[in-house]
C-alpha cells in the first residue's frame, strides 16, 4: 500500500483540481456581507479562511472531516485493551480525509518513532531557560531550537521550486509531531521532578509513550492522554493558534517557525492558558473557603466576586460555540466511567451546574456554557499531575496534530500570502459622512 506522505499527495491534487473548478465557475459567488462591528470585535462571524481538517457547529461542536467526537471514540482505532481513540488515527484522518485501518495507525505510530530523535542542542536551548521559567516559554525556546533541522528552510535555501514546498512541509511536519512529545516531557521533568529524565519507550504509541517520559504509568492515564491529544488536536481554522500557524505559514516559513507561532498564541489565558487558569481559580476557591468540596451556594459567591472584580470565569464562553463544548463531554463522561468520587472532579461538575445561570443572567455573555480548559486540570490533578503551570503544552502537543496537518494542506493547496486590509478610524468617519 502506498505510504502516508504519496496518498496525501494524491489526494491534495483531487482537491487542488476541485477547488481550481470551482473557482473557475463560482469565484465571484458571495458568501457573506461584513459589518463595522465585525471589524472592530475580533473578526466574529466573517468567514475568511478555509482549512480541510476539522470544522465547528455553534451548537453542535467540531466534527474532524465529518466525525463528531464519540464518533471517533467508536471508529478510530485503539491501544490494545483501550477504549479511547489513538491520536495517530485522528491525524491520518485529517490529514488524508478517509478513517484509518489498524495498518495504517500502526504506520504512523512507527514513522513517528523513527523521525522522534530530538539533538541535544535542543536540550541546551531549554536547559539555558531559568528553570522557572514558564513552561510554554520553554517549549517555544525549544521548537525554535528544533528549526535547525528544518527541511523546509534547507531546501528553500538551495533553490526549491514551489511545487516541492508541500513535501518539505510534509516531513518537518511528521518530525516536529515525532518530537514534540520527548522536549515536553524534558521540560516537565526538569521543571518539576529533579531532572529525572525517562528515555522512550519503542513498544509504546505516541500518547502512552508521552504518558510513559512524563513518569505515569498507570494505564488509565495513557487513555487519558490518548483522548486528551485526539479531543484538543483541531478546532477548525480561526482559533487564535490555528490561525497564527496558517498566517505565519503563508509567508513561508517553515513548520517550526509557524508552530512557535503559534504555540505562543495558545499561551495567551482566553486561549489554551485558560486550561491551567481554570484550576488555579478552583483551588484558589477551596482554599479561601477552607472546605474540599465547595456547595452551590459557595461557588455561586465565588463566581460573582471573580466578576465583580472584573475578572473572566475562566474554562466558560466560547467565541462560537454556542453550547456545552462536546469535549467537557468527553473529558465529562472519561470522569464518570474511572473517577466519580474524585471531589476535585464533582467540583468541577458542581462548577458546571452552577455557573451557566449566572452568567446568562448578565445578559451580555454569548455563550454561558463550558468550554474544554473547564474539565482537563481536574483529570490531571487526580493521576497526580498537579503542575498546572504544565497544562498548556499538553494542548499544544495535541494542538500541533491539527495545525501542522493544516500547514501540509496549505502548500499542497498553493495557498498564498495571507493580507487582509485594515482600515483606520477616521478612514471608518469619512466612509460614515459619505452615507
Ligand atoms: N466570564 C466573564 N465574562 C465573560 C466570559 C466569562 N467566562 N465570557 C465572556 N465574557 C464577557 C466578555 O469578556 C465580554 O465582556 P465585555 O463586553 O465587557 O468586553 C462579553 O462577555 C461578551 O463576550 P462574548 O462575545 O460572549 O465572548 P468573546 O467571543 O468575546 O470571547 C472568550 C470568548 C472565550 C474569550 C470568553 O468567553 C472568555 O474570556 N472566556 C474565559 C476564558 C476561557 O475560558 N478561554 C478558553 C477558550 C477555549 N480555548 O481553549 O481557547
Ligand atoms: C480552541 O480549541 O481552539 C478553542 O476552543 C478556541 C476557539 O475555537 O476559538
Not at 35 to 51: D, H
Not at 109 to 116: I, K, L, M, P, V
Not at 138 to 144: L, P, T
Amino acid at each position: 500500500m502506498a505510504n502516508t506522505k504519496e496518498r496525501f499527495k494524491e489526494k491534495a491534487d483531487g482537491v487542488a483540481a476541485e477547488i481550481k473548478d470551482i473557482l473557475k465557475e463560482h469565484g465571484s459567488k458571495k458568501i457573506g456581507e461584513v459589518t463595522l462591528s465585525q471589524i472592530y470585535q475580533g473578526m466574529r462571524g466573517i468567514t475568511g479562511l478555509v482549512t480541510e481538517t476539522s470544522l465547528l457547529d455553534a451548537q453542535e461542536g467540531i466534527r474532524f472531516r465529518g466525525f463528531s467526537i464519540p464518533e471517533l471514540q467508536q471508529k478510530l482505532p485503539k491501544a490494545n485493551g483501550g477504549t479511547e481513540p489513538l491520536p495517530e488515527g485522528l491525524f491520518h484522518l485529517m490529514l488524508l480525509g478517509e478513517l484509518p485501518t489498524e495498518e495504517d495507525v500502526h504506520d504512523i505510530t512507527a514513522n513517528w518513532q523513527r523521525r522522534s530523535h530530538v539533538p541535544n542542542h535542543v536540550f541546551a536551548a531549554i536547559e539555558a531557560l531559568p528553570k522557572d521559567s514558564h513552561p510554554m516559554t520553554q517549549f517555544v525556546i525549544a521548537i525554535m531550537a528544533l528549526q535547525t533541522e528544518s527541511k523546509f528552510a534547507d531546501r528553500y535555501a538551495k533553490g526549491m521550486a514551489k511545487k516541492d514546498y508541500w513535501e518539505a512541509v510534509f516531513d518537518d511536519s511528521m518530525d516536529l509531531i515525532a518530537r514534540l512529545p520527548r522536549v515536553a516531557a524534558y521540560i516537565y521533568r526538569r521543571k518539576y521532578k529533579d531532572e529525572d529524565h525517562i528515555h522512550p519507550d519503542g513498544l509504546l504509541d505516541w500518547a502512552g509513550n508521552f504518558a510513559h517520559m512524563l513518569g505515569y504509568e498507570d494505564e488509565t492515564f495513557r487513555e487519558l492522554m490518548r483522548l486528551y491529544m485526539t479531543i484538543h488536536a483541531d478546532h477548525e481554522g480561526g482559533n487564535v493558534s490555528a490561525h497564527t500557524t496558517h498566517l505565519v505559514g503563508s509567508a513561508l516559513s517553515d513548520p517550526y517557525l509557524c508552530l512557535a507561532a503559534g504555540m505562543n498564541g495558545l499561551a495567551g489565558p482566553l486561549h489554551g492558558l485558560a486550561n491551567q487558569e481554570v484550576i488555579k481559580w478552583i483551588l484558589e476557591m477551596r482554599e479561601e473557603l477552607g472546605v474540599e468540596l465547595p456547595s452551590s451556594a459557595q461557588i455561586d459567591a465565588y463566581v460573582r466576586k471573580t466578576l465583580s472584580e472584573g475578572r473572566v470565569v475562566p474554562g466558560y464562553g466560547h467565541a462560537v460555540l454556542r453550547k456545552t463544548d462536546p469535549r467537557f463531554s468527553a473529558q465529562m463522561a472519561f470522569g464518570k466511567r474511572h473517577l466519580p468520587d474524585d471531589p476535585l472532579v464533582q467540583t468541577v461538575w458542581n462548577i458546571y451546574e452552577t455557573v451557566p445561570p449566572i452568567l446568562q443572567s448578565l445578559g451580555k455573555i454569548k455563550n454561558p456554557w463550558p468550554n474544554v480548559d473547564a474539565h482537563s486540570g481536574a483529570l490531571l490533578v487526580h493521576y497526580g499531575l498537579v503542575e498546572y503551570e504544565f497544562y498548556t503544552v499538553l494542548f499544544g502537543v495535541s494542538r500541533a496534530l491539527g495545525v501542522l496537518a493544516s500547514l501540509c494542506w496549505d502548500r499542497a493547496l498553493g495557498f498564498p500570502l495571507e493580507r487582509p486590509k485594515s482600515v483606520t478610524t477616521e478612514l471608518v468617519k469619512d466612509w460614515l459622512k459619505g452615507e
